[in-house]
């Protein structure tokens, strides 16, 4: 059976003060670490005839996160960005731009379930979902 390859990069804004990715195939933990600079992430999975689900989930997040003003206006906040997201080399930026990536997260617990876009960067704990078919190059073709 063939693999796919995915890759992408991941980086926070604050690395001293980092906060948590996960990334997970099908419910399977295929990357999990403090993200304390950039790094690229890459896994191979089988390449099958099936609907897959990636997740990103982004944890550890609280108000020592958050810089704040005395007025408390923010002035700086932990984030996470995930870029170069790709398939087997295929940067998939343009079909997530269009068709952006559903995130969903409640402001660290601060506010009501929000479902939202994703457009590269992540500042809540949440989840960020990519729902994708094999074999890639067909749903690469059909989302191009």
Same mark, same amino acid.
């Given at each position: 059976?063939?693999?796919?390859?995915?890759?992408?990069?991941?980086?926070?804004?604050?690395?001293?003060?980092?906060?948590?990715?996960?990334?997970?195939?099908?419910?399977?933990?295929?990357?999990?670490?403090?993200?304390?600079?950039?790094? /690229?992430?890459?896994?191979?999975?089988?390449? +099958?005839? =099936?609907?897959? @689900?990636?997740?990103?989930?982004?944890?550890? !997040?609280? %108000?020592?996160?958050?810089?704040?003003?005395?007025?408390?206006?923010?002035?700086?906040?932990?984030?996470?960005?995930? /870029?170069?997201?790709?398939?087997?080399?295929? +940067?998939? =930026?343009?079909? @997530?731009?269009?068709?952006?990536?559903?995130? !969903?997260? %409640?402001?660290?617990?601060?506010?009501?379930?929000?479902?939202?876009?994703?457009?590269?960067?992540?500042?809540?704990?949440?989840?960020?979902?990519?729902?994708?078919?094999?074999?890639?190059?067909?749903?690469?073709?059909?989302?191009?």
């Amino acid at each position: 059976m063939d693999k796919v390859t995915f890759s992408c990069v991941v980086n926070t804004n604050i690395p001293t003060n980092p906060i948590n990715l996960q990334i997970l195939l099908d419910d399977v933990v295929m990357f999990n670490k403090i993200i304390t600079a950039e790094e /690229t992430v890459s896994f191979d999975f089988a390449q +099958d005839e =099936t609907n897959h @689900i990636l997740r990103f989930l982004i944890s550890g !997040k609280d %108000n020592s996160h958050i810089v704040r003003d005395e007025q408390d206006n923010v002035l700086d906040s932990t984030e996470l960005s995930i /870029t170069n997201i790709s398939f087997n080399d295929t +940067d998939i =930026t343009d079909i @997530i731009t269009v068709s952006p990536l559903i995130y !969903k997260h %409640n402001y660290n617990g601060n506010g009501e379930n929000v479902i939202g876009k994703f457009y590269g960067i992540a500042g809540c704990n949440g989840e960020i979902t990519l729902n994708f078919t094999t074999p890639i190059y067909l749903w690469l073709l059909e989302n191009m």
